[in-house]
């Protein structure tokens, strides 16, 4: 089960909150401070494409971000649900303006460059970007 | 936290002020200002990134378009920024090549190509 699953609409404004949480599930979970800053990064990255996406596609469902503390890592789980999710996979070119095609590939460039264990799947009913990152052990707050 | 931005000329530069956070949400506000500033003819302009607490892609965009419009006017856009971790994600897109990123506005103000 997930430690902490989020549901927001696919709006600009609501890629902050989703870092805030992730990152705020990622420090109790174990996440080294140092590295937080690339949970918050890789995590705004994948959800500002599924916002794109569901609002490039007229999509009205919520991005889902699910946020799991396993036994030695933290996994985080960015769901979109566009039928083109597939058709936007990096090295297609949709027709769109230069700089929106450059973003979306950007977006991912700098997941692939900051997150070692990171995978994206496709399929007609949207996309997931499936991330994790080790933890180490807490000590016991007495 | 959301952006906030403020300009003012040195030299012959025009100096971008950016403090906050450039996400999705708040990057078509830079992109607008700088799209405004070289509509007025402003061609040289040095972005200076030092009050800015989060930088995603959607912000490398506005940036890379704000060079693409200086450059048609031989313009010049330089960065100033010191913190680790918003360069990083320059270098590991590669931009660190197409930006001169200087460690101060003054030296950015005087630096030529």
Known sequence: MATVEL???????????????????????????????????????????????????????????????????????????????????????????????????????????????????????????????????????? | MDLSLSTRTVDDRTVVEVGGEIDVYTAPKLREQLVELVNDGNYHLVVDMEGVDFLDSTGLGVLVGGLKRVRAHEGSLRLVCNQERILKIFRITGLTKVFPIHTSVEDAVAATD
């Open chain 1, 7 to 142: 549901r927001f609409s696919a709006l600009p404004e609501h890629v902050r909150t989703a870092r805030l949480v992730a990152a705020a599930v990622a420090r109790r979970a174990g996440v080294d401070e140092a590295v937080l800053d690339e949970v918050r990064l890789a995590v705004g990255e994948a959800c500002t494409r599924a916002v794109g996406l569901h609002l490039s596609n007229g999509v009205e469902a919520p991005v889902r971000v699910i946020l799991t503390e396993e036994e030695k890592k933290f996994s985080i789980e960015v769901g979109d649900e566009s039928p083109t999710s597939a058709a936007l996979a990096p090295g297609s070119h949709p027709e769109t303006d230069d700089e929106a095609e450059g973003e979306d590939e950007m977006g991912l460039a700098v997941i692939s460059g900051l997150v070692d264990d990171v995978e994206v799947t496709t399929s007609e009913t949207g996309g997931v970007i499936r991330m994790s990152w080790p933890t180490s052990p807490q000590p016991l707050v007495s």
